[in-house]
């Protein structure tokens, strides 16, 4: 079945800790995104990447890491710099070719307390 | 910077109502253009998009939405609206470089709920 996977689903973690939420797609897509979602706010970039090896801040990058080492996978890691790291995060996948569509995973919660 | 504006953060229908939401963004140049839906429960999915050609646009489940240029909106409509379209829709634009897809704006979200 194609798609894109994130995992976990549901995720607690303590203050000051850093973690890591996984994103696998297997619809050979060039490009990935992070997305983060707050109530009232839409989406909003993370980072994105467009080849392996290779990626790009998007609008709200700091305190988040990413790596592009494989064209199929795109962990986030969420670190302890992150002022308000409790959230929705999406990631989502695209090719480079015209009109072409994003498509999301089913996102994972991230609480921190 | 470009921008999407969603005017209607939170809408109220009754089933068989009919339905507009409002979009506008703010970027002169060649835009491709999205609307997504989030039903409670379920991941973002494309409920249509616009690249070029005509400017009304058919989705699925009854919905379309109509770029008008010199308004910078693409509004999307549905004339009879369901308690299952009940869900967040979110209007997005990306900048056409040169055809090439990527970068989504967002807007804010409507939270649409149909009562039966």
């Known amino acids: 079945d194609g798609g894109i996977t994130q995992s976990p689903k549901y995720l607690f973690r303590k203050e000051g800790q850093n973690v890591t939420l996984s994103c696998e797609q297997n619809?050979?897509?060039?490009?990935m995104y992070w997305y983060r979602q707050d109530p009232g706010q839409g989406l909003r970039l993370i980072y994105y990447?467009?080849?392996?090896?290779?990626?790009q801040k998007g609008d709200i990058a700091e305190g988040y890491s990413v790596s592009r080492e494989k064209k199929e996978s795109f962990p986030l890691t969420v670190t302890s710099a992150q002022k308000n790291p409790t959230a929705f995060y999406l990631c989502?996948?695209?090719?480079?070719?015209?009109?072409?569509?994003?498509?999301f995973g089913e996102g994972s919660w991230l609480t921190v307390v | 910077a470009q921008s999407v504006s969603q005017h209607n953060h939170h809408v109220i229908l009754s089933e068989a109502a009919s339905l507009e939401l409002g979009c506008n963004y703010s970027y002169g140049g060649t835009v491709n253009l999205f609307w997504y839906v989030q039903y409670p429960g379920q991941h973002l999915q494309l409920l249509l998009k616009?690249?070029?050609?005509?400017?009304l646009v058919k989705g699925i489940k009854g919905f379309e939405a109509e770029f008008i240029k010199s308004k910078f909106s693409f509004n999307l409509r549905k004339p009879s609206v369901q308690w299952s379209d009940t869900a967040e829709y979110f209007c997005a634009v990306t900048p056409n470089y040169g055809g090439a897809t990527n970068k989504l704006i967002f807007g804010t979200g409507t939270l649409l709920a149909v009562q039966p």
């Open positions: 619809l050979n897509h060039d490009a």
């Open positions: 990447s467009q080849i392996v090896n290779d990626f």
């Open positions: 616009y690249f070029s050609g005509d400017p």
């Open positions: 989502a996948s695209s090719n480079l070719t015209a009109g072409n569509t994003i498509y």
